[in-house]
């Protein structure tokens, strides 16, 4: 992707105390209409500023012409008409994509990209936002430069919502509208379920952002409670699993939930979703070179999916983290695909921006905390070189699953195990992952492949191909 503009570049700045002020976009109709009465305001004012915030391109309160100058600098001491502070774009792919950069109100960054897709044929033009649910990721997968980056904390609900909005201005200027949108961006939306799903109603609320509820994609890297608590809800939304491998033993090194919720279980939580919402579940895989896009990992995951309806895209990995690992080639990625279409299996092989959706978020961000150690990262290519070959020889991780300790590294350094935030860090809305008891290392595990004799990604002597 070749970037062209920059615009209003916000500094890194340090991490100060959050706004206490509520962003409105968050705030719950009734309570915006018992706020504006508290402020002796008549019944209609909620009408009219809920019209700004959802009907009009007002940016600030200061646009919000309808109301009183007086009014505004009272609705401004209460409450945030953009919980987003400040917000950089950059527009690549000749205008076709935007990468957004914002600031919240604590000095920290979070992505979201915006993707146009002009109409083909029978197909109507697309206008898909890729956003975020947390700062940073607890769940630290090595591939993943949000992942690298670690946990910062969740967003509010005004804070995922405003992501929308900011899209929703910049698509009107070029008189474009929002088709889709994907919990892509960074951070585990189910790790952050609640803010998610107050979110994800607002923007489908007919009298709030509207967007169509079967246009709403939530991915996961498959936390099994947060996918059962969706199932229960039974909503319309489509959900994305991330899941990258077929075998437990590679997933507890790509995806590292894996070691707490097995792969087995997340697809059989995602069969639960699909079976209660009618909806059709989508698979990510990252195609990662040597290490997961082989014949027989295509064999496994079609083994896995089985009969289950659902549908896999193939997404060459972006190498935005510190890793030793490539993308796939392109025929193998083709080769891949084409095994699992033979096994009955539906997929997609996204190959220019479909691949940028994940892999841009957390990538400025990511720049922006400034490039760690070189020892550090000498460090941790070799971890993940070693960590490879014992996934590759079918051993389980002895690693806890993220959130159950505190490994967090020094700052500015790349840590020897999943980046996670020192227990004492977790903000109260974060739900802890608990250990599984033992959690044993699995050596003998049925998964284990035996006589493989496959070298270890990002070992020096590759290319037999
Ligand atoms: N945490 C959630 C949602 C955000 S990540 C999840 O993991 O599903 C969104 C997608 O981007 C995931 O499928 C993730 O695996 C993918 N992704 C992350 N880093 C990537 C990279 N370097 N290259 C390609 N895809 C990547
Ligand atoms: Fe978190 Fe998703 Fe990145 Fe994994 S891929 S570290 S779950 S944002």
Redesign the pocket.
């Known amino acids: 992707m070749t970037e062209t503009t920059v615009q209003a570049q916000p500094k890194p700045v340090p991490s100060t105390a959050r706004d206490p002020r509520p962003g409105v976009s968050g705030v719950e109709p009734a309570a915006l209409a018992a706020i504006l009465e508290g402020m002796g305001e008549p019944a209609f004012r909620s009408r009219q500023v809920a019209d700004s915030v959802w009907r009009s391109e007002a940016a600030g309160w200061d646009d919000v012409t309808t109301l009183g100058r007086p009014l505004r600098a009272r609705l401004a001491e209460r409450l945030r008409f953009d919980a987003l502070t400040a917000t950089e774009v950059r527009v690549a792919d000749d205008g076709a994509t935007e990468k957004a950069l914002h600031q919240l109100s604590d000095g920290r960054l979070v992505e979201s990209v915006l993707m146009h897709y002009p109409a083909r044929g029978a197909r109507r033009e697309r206008n898909t936002l890729c956003i975020s649910s947390q700062a940073g990721?607890a769940?630290g997968?090595p591939?993943?430069?949000?992942?690298e980056l670690g946990f910062e904390r969740d967003l509010d609900v005004a804070e995922i919502v405003d992501q929308v909005r900011h899209a929703r201005r910049r698509l009107a200027a070029g008189g474009r509208h929002l088709t889709n949108l994907v919990?892509?961006?960074?951070?585990?939306?189910l790790l952050n379920l609640d803010a998610v799903v107050e979110a994800a109603v607002i923007i489908t609320d007919a009298e709030r952002f509207g967007l169509g509820a079967r246009h709403l994609t939530i991915?996961?890297?498959g936390v099994v409670p947060g996918i059962e608590r969706l199932t229960a809800m039974r909503p319309q939304w489509t959900l994305?699993?991330?899941l990258?491998a077929a075998r437990d033993a590679l997933r507890d090194l790509l995806v590292p939930l894996n070691r707490r919720w097995p792969v087995r279980a997340v697809v059989a939580a995602a069969a639960g979703y699909a079976a209660a919402t009618g909806r059709r579940v989508s698979y990510?895989y990252?195609m990662i070179d040597g290490l997961n896009d082989t014949p027989a990992d295509a064999d496994a995951l079609a083994r896995l999916l089985a009969g289950s309806g659902s549908h896999v895209n193939c997404?060459?990995?972006?190498?935005?983290?510190h890793t030793p690992w490539q993308a796939s080639a392109p025929d193998r990625i083709e080769a891949f695909a084409n095994r699992l279409q033979a096994a009955g299996i539906g997929v997609t092989v996204r190959r220019n921006r479909g691949?940028e959706?994940?892999?841009a978020?957390?990538q400025l961000a990511a720049e922006r905390s400034g490039e760690p150690a070189a020892a550090a990262v000498t460090r941790r290519h070799e971890r993940l070189v070693a960590a490879s070959a014992r996934a590759l020889a079918g051993e389980r991780s002895g690693e806890p699953a993220p959130g159950d300790v505190a490994m967090a590294p020094p700052s500015g350094q790349v840590g020897p195990g999943p980046v996670v935030r020192p227990a004492t860090q977790r903000p109260a809305t974060q739900r802890p992952i608990t250990p599984r008891s033992g959690s044993p290392r699995m050596a003998g595990h049925p998964d284990r492949r035996s006589g493989t004799g496959r070298r270890p990604p990002g070992a020096p002597s590759r290319g037999s191909r």
């Open positions: 990721c769940v997968c591939f993943c430069a949000t992942g919990f892509m961006g960074m951070g585990e939306p991915s996961t890297s994305a699993v991330s990258h990510e990252v997404i060459p990995m972006n190498a935005v983290a691949q959706v994940g892999a978020c957390g």
